[in-house]
């Protein structure tokens, strides 16, 4: 069942898991998938040139987040420094049929 | 005898309401003389129940028809005894307590009588060029309450039996900066209505008025259930977003979280910020409005209507009073429409966008977030008053298959545009420069976001803009990719002052501010300036739209497109794409590329933290 391009949630032997297109499993699919994977927080200029001209922009971070496994970018947020992860995608529905 | 609601008749009378707010829309942009109007269509019509549910609007500022509901319910509260409800009335409102999003986007809404009995009311709404308050424009600079904004009206009778009341006209226009503008927009929103009265009195006579009223409880019905169809086929799920806006050294924090159960939608936008003692907040209507704005942007596809009263039946608000996005009486408002309001559309549209993206039917559905941090820039001087409105032309955000569209505007401004550039310098005494699609502002991914406008221009005919109000906000960057797409920069706007331009003028084009010498100074969220002479301003905006899917998985030819067409630079096509351009041949070196890939790929296995959290 599909989580966005890049992850899908999985039936394995009756667990439903998170996982990448890549066949890397994340975590249990009622966990926040971005507190399993590769997170790089950068300044907000990271995402361009013209990003943060003011340079006011530093009580924000720019994270990413990425497969351990093949590195692809999974998704991205903006927060406060220090900030913690938003769990922003909490799909209730699991899939049917084991795999 | 009257005739039952046949699915043909349905499909006319349907049809025929949606036309008639066109061709109230066609009206106003005849009649007004103002550019916000007849260039931009920032205004909207909408027809409504007898008890003022709104169940057709037209296809110009979304968030201007869901509002009209509430007008009309306090007017069916509080005045249906005093000075009562009839035939050939108009009421006027600017109170965003009452309905109106803003003071600036003035309410006229109407009754519509068939036979003595009450059975619809119209309404239209027009952004006014300034309805007074302490600075031009619609934002009050520096104001801690509505008390030191433009002071708003309520719902005034100002039209009574078919009569312009010239004591309420006048109350209303002295306000103004502008009341030759504003006086006019009046009589271009009487003309609107008094056209949706005249063709919903031919349809009814055609069809018999209890055809009709069936026929308009058909229309919230159906969209509801199209709605709700959708619905069954996304699965159930929580989505949250987070969204900040700076005012000054705070931060306001806008958070929804969206959950779809079944075939409903609810919004809990509890847990953002208080209130604010400034412009920057929104009130319910608002709120509601851009919620329901946003509803019918992203899931009324093809083939819904706009009918926000179907919306209302199946979503769900849930909101802390004394919030910023539903601030309690005198919280200032004034700036609603590029503050609270506009992080209600990104939180909206991020959580949609997701939800979509989650969904294997509709993923092709996605619209990526974009022009999430819209700037006005209110100009105001001897004979001109006004905004410039550029800033719509932002770039659309990435679909799942395909790049947003390069300044296509905003998904939910859906027939919205800019002034054409000789008639904005013809209505104000500026001198463009450029006004361009600008290089690097769409959100990198698989799919790129549109990019958006930039420009520049200097006082021209004038010795000086007396009065200059740039107001939007965005240190942080808010139009997020998808499915780890990038999201759009933020905006910039700056002014170099005492310039050398009348030479420069001379001896060839001006493309930048770099070929200028002066003073650059760069403007804030929200500041009251002016431009000399020579002082000349240059905005780049943000209202590029975030891209969709890894910036790693583009197609190089793609980015070689982009970077011929000026729409990526070659440095990001080779730091955010991993694209490597042969600068001697301007082709792809395609092992270049390769290595630049695996070492991106690399870097983020060095730089990133595993997390282990749980």
């Known amino acids: 069942m599909r989580v966005n391009d890049y992850l899908a949630i999985v039936d394995r032997k009756g667990k439903h898991l998170i996982q990448c297109r890549c066949g890397y499993s994340i975590c249990d699919a009622n966990k926040n998938f971005k507190e399993h994977v590769l997170l790089i927080e950068s300044p907000l200029k990271k995402i361009g040139p013209l990003a943060d001209m003011s340079g006011k922009g530093t009580q924000f971070v720019f994270r990413e987040f990425c497969c351990p496994n093949c590195a692809v970018l999974l998704t991205t947020e903006f927060a406060l420094v220090g900030e913690a992860m938003l769990h922003d995608i909490e799909l209730k529905q699991k899939p049917t049929g084991s795999q | 005898m009257e005739r039952p609601v046949s699915l043909a008749d349905f499909e006319i009378i349907k049809n025929r309401l949606f036309a008639i707010n066109e061709e109230a829309a066609e009206t106003i942009r005849f009649v007004s003389a103002s550019p916000v109007a007849n260039q931009v269509y920032d205004f909207n019509t909408g027809l409504m129940t007898a008890s003022g549910e709104v169940f057709a609007i037209g296809r110009y500022i979304g968030i201007h028809g869901p509002a009209l509901q509430h007008v009309v319910k306090v007017i069916l509260t509080e005045y249906s005894d005093n000075p009562g409800i009839a035939s050939g009335d108009m009421f006027i409102c600017n109170n965003p307590y009452e309905g109106a999003v803003h003071q600036s986007d003035v309410v006229l809404v109407a009754p519509i009588f068939w036979e003595e009995k009450l059975v619809a009311w119209c309404g239209s709404v027009i952004h006014q060029v300034d309805v007074g308050g302490p600075t031009p424009g619609q934002v009050s600079v520096g104001a801690q309450s509505i008390y030191e904004e433009a002071i708003p009206m309520p719902a005034v009778k100002i039209i009574e039996a078919g009569r312009l009341r010239k004591d309420i006209e006048k109350d209303y226009l002295i306000r ?43 229309i919230v019905d159906y969209t509801e259930r199209k709605l709700r169809e959708k619905l069954l086929k996304i699965p159930d799920g929580v989505w949250r977003h987070r969204s900040y806006l700076d005012y000054g050294e705070s931060i306001y924090t806008g958070v929804l979280t969206m959950t779809k159960e079944g075939d409903a939608l609810t919004f809990d936008y509890c847990g953002s910020s208080p209130q604010a003692p400034a412009v920057i907040n929104s009130t319910y209507p608002g709120l509601e409005a851009y919620t329901v704005s946003l509803v019918l942007t992203y899931l009324s596809f093809h083939d819904t209507p706009r009918c926000p009263a179907g919306v209302l039946k199946v979503i769900r608000i849930i909101s802390e009073k004394g919030s910023f996005l539903d601030a309690q009486w005198p919280a200032g408002i004034s700036k609603q429409t590029t503050a609270s309001g506009w992080i209600v559309r990104t939180l909206c549209s991020t959580c949609l966008a997701k939800m979509l993206d989650a969904t294997e039917e509709f993923k092709d559905r996605v619209i990526a977030p974009s022009s999430g941090t819209l700037c006005v820039e209110e100009l105001s001087g001897p004979g001109f008053h006004g905004p410039v409105l550029d800033s719509l032309a932002g770039g659309t955000g990435a679909r799942s298959y395909k790049d947003g569209i390069d300044t296509g505007g905003i998904p939910d401004l859906a027939s919205c545009s800019i002034v054409d550039l000789e008639a904005a310098e013809s209505f104000f005494p500026i001198l463009y420069f450029y006004r361009r699609q600008e290089k690097d502002t769409g959100g990198a991914g698989k799919y ?50 005492g310039t050398n331009i009348k030479e420069a003028l001379k001896t060839g084009i001006v493309n930048s501010l770099d070929d200028l010498s002066g003073e650059i100074e760069d403007l804030t969220s929200i500041c009251q300036t002016y431009q000399g002479a020579t002082d000349v301003f240059e905005a780049i905006f943000s209202s590029g739209g975030g891209g969709y899917g890894d910036p790693l998985d583009r197609d190089p030819a793609l980015v070689l497109d982009d970077v011929r067409r000026s729409l990526v630079s070659v440095e990001c096509a080779k730091g955010l794409y991993g694209v490597v351009i042969d600068a001697g041949t301007v082709q792809v070196d395609d092992q270049k590329t390769s290595e630049k890939r695996e070492s991106i790929r690399k870097e983020r296995k060095t730089l990133g933290r595993l997390n282990l959290a749980g």
């Open chain 2, 176 to 218: 103004s900066r502008a009341a030759r503008l504003v006086g006019l927009d009046l009589k271009a929103k009487i003309a609107a209505n008094n056209r949706m009265k005249e063709r919903v009195g031919e349809l009814i006579r055609v069809y018999g008025v209890e055809t009709f009223l069936r026929a308009i409880e058909e």
């Open chain 2, 448 to 497: 790129r976001g549109g990019t958006t406008v930039s420009f520049m221009y200097m006082p021209h005919r004038v010795e000086s803009i007396p009065s200059k109000i740039v107001h939007g906000f965005g240190v942080v960057p808010q139009d997020l990719g998808i499915s780890g797409g990038y999201p759009a920069p933020n905006y910039h706007t700056r002014i170099k002052r």
